[in-house]
């Protein structure tokens, strides 16, 4: 099988510190398909080694590659201004896994900014083409945020919520469907 190429500091970003409790909220993406709607991908990454899991992504040139099989703890858009700073957007679609669960193949480069809370939020990027996949929070030690538009399959990402709206640009179209919340997503 080809390759697959996918092209895609503020507290307010902290996915983490949306409550652990709620991520039992979660539900399965399309129900009444067999193993919960989701298909397994087998894909081969650029090291040869053939991959099947849940969840496969990673950056532009394909250097930094990632997969996980467990389903994410949240997923929700962040309209906070750090957000659309470091993605040129008007958002990031963040998924957080536990980290132990998500296998990377390639190193990332970290960028550490402080939050509002005066914990880090660091961004994990291609050394090499520069794209953005990953975020840990020095709140939230062991849990790892994914960039959605990494994913080789996008349309396994199903948002539960937009967050830091307050913060949105006025050009942002948020889908009316999913709750709204001013601030972070906890509380």
């Known amino acids: 099988m080809s390759h697959i190429h996918s092209l895609p500091r503020h507290d307010a970003c902290s996915l983490l510190s949306y409550s652990l409790a709620a991520s039992t909220a979660i539900t399965s993406r399309h129900s009444g398909q067999a193993n919960g709607g989701f298909n397994a991908i087998p894909i081969s990454n650029p090291y040869g080694d053939e991959m099947t899991s849940k969840y496969t992504g990673q950056c532009l040139c394909g250097e930094v590659y990632y997969s996980v099989d467990v389903e994410p703890l949240f997923a929700g858009n962040c309209h906070c201004k750090d957000c659309q700073r470091s993605s040129g957007s008007a958002y990031i679609p963040a998924m957080l896994f536990p980290e132990q669960n998500v296998e990377v193949s390639g190193k990332a480069k970290y960028f550490e ?4 809370s005066g ?5 994990g990027f291609c050394p090499n083409c ?3 996949l990953f975020a840990k929070f020095g709140g939230f030690p062991g849990m790892l945020g ?6 080789n399959d996008t349309s396994l ?8 709206v307050a913060s949105a640009a006025a050009w942002d179209f948020m889908d009316p469907r999913l709750p709204k919340k001013q601030g972070p997503a906890q509380g």
Request: cysteine-free; charged content about 25%; overall charge positive.
């Open 130 to 132: 520069g794209a953005q």
């Open 119 to 123: 914990k880090t939020h660091s961004r």
């Open 157 to 164: 990402y199903v948002p539960k919520l937009d967050f830091h």
């Open 146 to 151: 994914i960039k959605a538009g990494t994913l």
């Open 113 to 116: 900014t402080t939050a509002d």
